[in-house]
C-alpha cells in the first residue's frame, strides 16, 4: 500500500508534467503562428491543434490561404496544414521543391502553377471542391499525387518535362487541360469522364489520341499538334465540338468521333488528302481548306450534314 507521501509526491510530478506540456504546446504555437504570418496571407482566425497528428500539429483555417514569398517548404518540422475552407494558392513560388504539407483538403481552388522547381504532386490535397491548378511547372514529371476525382476544372498544360499523364484525375467534373506539354508521348492516363473540355492542344510529341478520355462533354481540342499523324484512340462521343486544326502532319481523320453536337474543324492540315474517316452527321459547320476539297473525292463529304466551309 502506498503512503500518502508517495502519492502527493507523483502527484505534484504529474502536475509538473502538465506544466511543462502546456509550456512546451504554447511556445509551438507561437512559433507555427510566427511562421504563418511571416510566409502566408490567412485570416487572423484559425485553429492549431492541440495534440500531435504523426508528430506534428495540425493547422484548420475557413478562410483563403496564399503564399506570400518564395520558400522551399509549405510548412515547418512543427506543423502540416489540415483543412483550408476555402482556396489554397501556393504559385509562382520558384523555389517550392514539395507539396508535403499541404492542407488534406481545399473547400475551393488549389493553386500550385509555375513553381519552377516542383517535380511532383505528392503531398497535394486529396479531396479539392473545385479546381486544380498546376500550369507551368516546368519540373513536374508526374501528376501522382493529384487527386481522383476533380468536380471543377484541372489544369496541367505548360508542364515541359512532363512525359505522361499517369497518375492524374480519373473524374474531371468541367475542363481538363494538357495544352503545350511538348515531350508528352501518350494520353494514357487521361481521365476516363471529362464534363465539358478536354484540350491537349500544341503536345508536339504526340502520334496518336490513344488513351483519350471515354467521355466529353462538350469540346475535343487537339490542334497544333505537329507530329500528331492520326487520330485514332479519340473520343468517339463528343457533346459539342472537334478541333484538329494545324496539326501539319495528319494524314487521315480515320479515328475522328463517329458523333458529334457541333462544328468539326480540320483547317490547315496540309498532309491531309480526303475526308476518308469522317463522320456524315455533322450538325454544325465543318470548316476545312479549300485546297482538300479539291483534292478529294465529292463523294467523301457530299452526304455531310452540315454546312462546309472551305478556307
Do not use: W
Amino acid at each position: 500500500m502506498r503512503s500518502l507521501k508517495s502519492t502527493i509526491y507523483e502527484s505534484l510530478l504529474d502536475d509538473e508534467d502538465v506544466i511543462v506540456g502546456d509550456f512546451a504546446r504554447k511556445q509551438a504555437h507561437n512559433e507555427i503562428d510566427a511562421f504563418l504570418r511571416k510566409n502566408y496571407e490567412m485570416p487572423k482566425k484559425y485553429s492549431i491543434s492541440n495534440e500531435m497528428v504523426n508528430g506534428k500539429y495540425v493547422v484548420d483555417c475557413a478562410g483563403d490561404v496564399e503564399i506570400k514569398k518564395d520558400i522551399v517548404n509549405l510548412t515547418d518540422k512543427l506543423f502540416v496544414f489540415g483543412v483550408v475552407g476555402g482556396d489554397f494558392i501556393c504559385d509562382h513560388c520558384k523555389t517550392l521543391k514539395t507539396l508535403e504539407g499541404a492542407p488534406e483538403k481545399v473547400g475551393r481552388n488549389f493553386d500550385c502553377s509555375n513553381c519552377d522547381s516542383l517535380v511532383s504532386l505528392e503531398g497535394a490535397p486529396k479531396k479539392v471542391g473545385d479546381s486544380f491548378s498546376c500550369y507551368g511547372c516546368k519540373s513536374l514529371k508526374t501528376l501522382k499525387g493529384s487527386p481522383k476525382k476533380i468536380t471543377g476544372d484541372f489544369g496541367c498544360g505548360g508542364c515541359v518535362s512532363l512525359t505522361t499523364l499517369e497518375g492524374g484525375p480519373e473524374y474531371v467534373g468541367e475542363n481538363f487541360s494538357c495544352v503545350r506539354n511538348v515531350k508528352l508521348t501518350s494520353l494514357e492516363g487521361s481521365p476516363r469522364y471529362v464534363g465539358k473540355t478536354f484540350a491537349c492542344g500544341g503536345c508536339d510529341s504526340l502520334t496518336d489520341l490513344n488513351g483519350s478520355p471515354e467521355h466529353v462533354g462538350k469540346t475535343y481540342n487537339c490542334n497544333t499538334c505537329k507530329s500528331l499523324k492520326t487520330l485514332e484512340g479519340c473520343t468517339q462521343r463528343v457533346g459539342e465540338h472537334f478541333a484538329c486544326d494545324s496539326c501539319k502532319s495528319l494524314k487521315t481523320l480515320k479515328g475522328s468521333p463517329q458523333s458529334i453536337g457541333g462544328n468539326f474543324n480540320c483547317t490547315v492540315c496540309r498532309s491531309l488528302t480526303s475526308f476518308e474517316g469522317i463522320t456524315p452527321q455533322i450538325p454544325g459547320v465543318l470548316y476545312c481548306d479549300t485546297e482538300l476539297m479539291q483534292k478529294s473525292n465529292p463523294r467523301d463529304y457530299s452526304n455531310i450534314s452540315g454546312y462546309i466551309q472551305g478556307n
